[in-house]
C-alpha cells in the first residue's frame, strides 16, 4: 500500500466527490491477489489484508448504488 493510499484511506470524506475520487484511487485486485488476501485475513487475520479487500472494492458499491438512482434518494444516501 503506498503511503497516498494510505492517506486516502484515513483521509474524512466529506462530500460524494471525495468518495468517488478515494475509490477510484484503489486499484482492481486480480482474482489471485484477492484470494491471498482473503486468506491472509482467514488463516493469520491480518487487518491490513482485510484493509486492502474493503477499499479495492469501494467502487462495486458505488456501481450498486447508481444502480438505484431514481429511486427518491439522494445519491450519497
Same mark, same amino acid.
Given at each position: ?17 471525495? $468518495? ?50 431514481? $429511486? ?6
Amino acid at each position: 500500500m503506498t503511503k497516498e493510499m494510505q492517506n486516502l484511506a484515513l483521509a474524512p470524506v466529506g462530500n460524494l466527490e471525495s $468518495y468517488i475520487r478515494a475509490a477510484n484511487a484503489w486499484p482492481m485486485l486480480s482474482a489471485d491477489e484477492e484470494r491471498a488476501l482473503a486468506e491472509r485475513l482467514h488463516y493469520q487475520g491480518d487487518l491490513e489484508a482485510a484493509k486492502t479487500l474493503i477499499l479495492s472494492h469501494l467502487r462495486f458499491g458505488l456501481h450498486i448504488a447508481r444502480n438505484y438512482e431514481g $429511486y427518491g434518494l439522494p445519491q450519497a444516501e
